[in-house]
Nanobody, 126 residues
């Protein structure tokens, strides 16, 4: 059974940093993509950043470019999102998402991954 375990959310002051982690398990393919979506209260879901675990190709939303960095530890099936210079508008529930197979990154870009994590809350407030 595929599982995604997220960690790293919390409360941080504006300008601060957090690192989110998402560890995947329950699958055997080496070709898949992981990513982060977020949803703020009263708003739609937004794709934040995605990474192909096989070749390291990435996508980063314009709204977080130069502030957020996505990375992977292929051996641990784990993805990280380093979030710096956080702003109040980054406050959201952040969801890890996974799609298996060579089209994984495309499915994330379309907003249709096969699997979702339970979400971790990030609050940016003074």
């Amino acid at each position: 059974q595929v599982q995604l375990v997220e960690s790293g959310g919390g409360l941080v002051q504006p300008g601060g940093s957090l690192r989110l982690s998402c560890a995947g398990s329950g699958f055997s393919t080496a070709d898949y993509a992981l990513g982060w979506f977020r949803q703020a209260p009263g708003k739609g879901r937004e794709g934040v950043s995605f990474i192909s675990m096989k070749d390291g190709s990435t996508y980063v939303a314009d709204s977080v470019k130069e502030r957020f960095t996505i990375s992977r530890d292929y051996a641990k099936n784990t993805m990280y999102l380093q979030m710096n210079s956080l702003k109040p508008e980054d406050t959201s529930v952040y969801y890890c998402a996974l799609d298996l197979g060579s089209n994984g990154l495309i499915q994330l870009l379309k907003g249709t991954p096969g699997y979702w994590g339970q979400g971790t809350r990030v609050t940016v407030s003074s």
